[in-house]
């Protein structure tokens, strides 16, 4: 139950991108299309398992000085995996992503999670963590990509889903229609808990 | 035709695709820092200033050290042949970011006190701050050289300085306005940025020389 909780809190109420807003480079720019969006996803829920792993098992020999330097070494280690390895099986993912893939060493996620969690818990919860907050950052960007990609280029996932009488928005693929995607979404997210909130009471 | 090069590559680090309206860098201080004008500015220097030392101490890492060249100093220290280590950019970049902006903190703070107790706050935050790493990983993408990499990095600065301090001047005269409850704070914050990105979007028809 406990374990559940863990999980779930990373995907609702402590979600990275709607309610703790980190990690919000990547979620703009890699949102153009649905495709992009679950690689990028995958790519960070893959260096946040691994990285949380290994700083919850060094975590009682790290000098609490230097643990940052070393924290980022590690994110940067399997950061450099993942670039190789979509650059090698995935290479238009990889050449879509471009820059953000060496960028998840420096997304805020990550070393947030090694530093307030992984840092402090056991080898279990931190795998737990982990797969909550990949899992809650994948299925923000995915969503932000869906209006996106619906809106912008008329597909979902390459499947063309409004064919007829409609002129796909271009601005939507472009960087104004992330601001206003993020924006629009999260003022929404507030409403509904104002909302329910009110219901309850 | 160099200095048409660096024209080219100014204009198009401030306006055409600037750091935060185009490429989405920086946004975690573009959100987070632009609350006030002050820290607005003071941020933006702070930015501007690792930003261009960045680039030019990363362009030396990587041709240097990490490329396979005549001129790379490990091949002749040891006496071996080149090693193309060009793997490891992404761990050495970073690393050497983290110690520089370290660095630079301490040299401030022992040469002008002044300066670090405007700037002081916002260079740890700067570590992480995506746009440092991307335009050291943009210089060498679009091979520049050394000088086009050091102009490349202060103009993204001020692009990303210009950016930030029309933000934090929009979001003062915003808290007078009255916003839907739901849409207060960030949400909004969003929008203006889009409206912006939306101005930005003006640049990109255009054409130099």
Redesign the interface.
């Known amino acids: 139950m406990q374990l559940m909780k863990e999980f779930i809190k990373g995907i609702i109420s402590e979600n990275p991108v709607f309610r703790l807003m980190l990690g919000l480079c990547p979620v703009l720019a890699t949102s153009t299309s649905v495709n992009n969006a679950i690689g990028m996803g995958l790519a960070v829920i893959f260096v946040l398992f691994c990285s949380n792993v290994i700083v919850s098992l060094i975590r009682n020999w790290v000098p609490a000085k230097i643990r940052i330097p070393i924290y980022i070494s590690i994110i940067a280690t399997f950061v450099t995996i993942v670039d190789l390895t979509m650059a090698g099986y995935f290479p238009e993912l990889h050449k879509s992503l471009g820059l953000f893939i060496p960028l998840i060493v420096v997304n805020c996620i990550i070393l947030g999670r090694a530093e307030a969690f992984a840092g402090k818990h056991s080898v279990f919860s931190s795998i737990i963590d982990a797969l909550g907050m990949g899992t809650g950052f994948t299925i923000a960007l995915t969503a932000i990509a869906t209006f996106r990609e619906i809106l912008g280029n008329g597909t979902w996932l390459g499947i063309p889903v409004l064919r007829t009488h409609f002129e796909p928005v271009l601005l939507m693929i472009l960087s104004p229609g992330a601001f206003f995607t993020i924006g629009l979404l999260i003022g929404f997210l507030n409403w509904l808990e104002h909302y329910r909130k009110i219901h309850h009471s | 035709m160099e200095i048409k090069m660096l024209l080219i590559i100014s204009v198009s680090a401030i306006f055409v695709s600037n750091f935060v ?8 201080p573009y ?1 987070g820092v632009s609350k006030n004008l002050d820290s607005a500015l003071g941020m933006g220097m702070a930015v501007i200033f690792v930003m261009s030392i960045a680039s030019a101490v990363t362009w030396i890492i990587y041709y240097y050290f990490l490329v396979t060249s005549p001129m790379n100093f490990i091949a002749r220290w040891f006496h071996i042949d080149p090693p193309d280590l060009t ?5 050495a970049f ?2 050497v970011i ?1 110690t520089l902006v370290q660095f630079v903190e301490m040299v401030i703070q022992k040469l002008s006190p002044g300066l670090y107790r405007s700037l002081g706050i916002y260079l740890p935050l700067i ?4 746009a440092v ?2 335009v050291s ?2 210089n060498i ?1 679009k091979n520049y050289n050394f000088i086009q990499s050091l102009v490349n990095g202060f103009m993204s600065g001020i692009g990303f300085t210009l950016a930030l301090i029309l933000m934090a001047g929009l979001r003062e005269k915003l808290d007078l306005a009255n916003v ?4 207060r704070g ?6 203006m ?3 912006m ?2 101005a930005f ?1 003006g640049f990109s028809g255009l054409k130099i020389g």
């Open positions: 309206l185009h490429r989405f860098l920086g946004l975690c959100i793997f490891l950019r992404t761990i970073i690393l983290a570590t992480t701050n995506c790493l991307g990983i943009l993408d839907p409850k739901a849409m960030t949400p909004i914050a969003f929008i940025a889009g409206c990105a939306l979007l």
